[in-house]
């Protein structure tokens, strides 16, 4: 695809002036050039162009509020002074796999004063003598050289390329965190709360389960009784001897 009608694409029917992070990687540009960014884009921090076959950076526009440029794996060897003229505002640089050769090409770098990061990764210039230490004296601004600073301490996350992206990443991590724990304690409040359900359903079936019991064993009592009134089997009843004397005068 090529670069105009990616930067088409992500637009997605906002206006150039809404947009503040433009990423292209992977697109086709035209004569090794940019082409479909202008000035339009006045509110762009962050603009993308990794793997496009960039051999020059001539035709970038003015961009005074763009903080980051990532330019890796392009053709690029030199006409960095644009870069000094109209991104007036740049801290980080990523200039990775290009083909600079000699300290002399970074020279206009100098004159980009918020510059703080500079990433020349896979450049043929790192294979230089002392390239670390004439990278951090022709540019003082420097903070950091290929993630490293100058004690050879490494670049803390805060200080790191895109920052601006991951610090929205943590705090929707940490959004997502809080929801999360949130579900949890409602999730232990609704077990907690049919727990004490089950307990009191339990309850109510064992006093129905006791009434019915006494009921039962209130009837196993009656029948008791009556077996001990009747006379057992077997047996004859006594005859009172008032009835037989009944007996004989109706003989009579």
Not at 44 to 49: A, D, K
Not at 164 to 177: C, R
Not at 183 to 196: K, L, N, Q, T
Request: glycine residues 6%; proline residues 3%.
């Amino acid at each position: 695809m090529d670069m105009k009608k990616r930067v088409s694409l992500e637009l997605r029917h906002r206006s150039p002036t809404e947009v503040q992070e433009l990423v292209l990687d992977n697109c086709r540009s035209g004569e090794g050039k940019i082409e479909g960014i202008t000035e339009e884009f006045s509110n762009l921090e962050l603009l993308s162009l990794i793997n496009v076959g960039l051999t020059s950076v001539a035709d970038i526009p003015k961009l005074d509020k763009l903080k980051k440029l990532e330019l890796s794996d392009n053709r690029i060897s030199g006409g960095l002074e644009v870069l000094a003229e109209r991104l007036v505002n740049l801290t980080h640089l990523n200039l990775s796999g290009n083909k600079f050769k000699d300290i002399s090409t970074l020279e206009p770098l100098k004159k980009l004063p918020q510059l703080k990061s500079l990433d020349l990764f896979n450049c043929e210039v790192t294979n230089l003598a002392d390239y670390r230490e004439s990278i951090f004296k022709l540019l003082p601004q420097l903070t950091y050289l290929d993630g490293y600073d100058i004690d050879d301490c490494e670049a803390s996350d805060s200080d790191g390329e895109g920052d601006g992206v991951e610090d929205e990443d943590e705090e929707g991590l940490e959004g997502e965190s809080e929801d999360f724990d949130e579900e949890e304690e409602e999730d232990e409040e609704d077990v907690v709360a049919e727990e004490e359900d089950d307990d009191d359903d339990s309850d109510e079936d064992g006093e129905v389960n006791g009434d019915v019991d006494s009921e039962d064993d209130d009837e196993e009592d009656d029948e008791d009784d009556d077996e001990d009134s009747s006379p057992a089997k077997g047996e004859k009843r006594k005859r009172d001897p008032e009835d037989e004397d009944d007996d004989d005068e109706d003989d009579d």
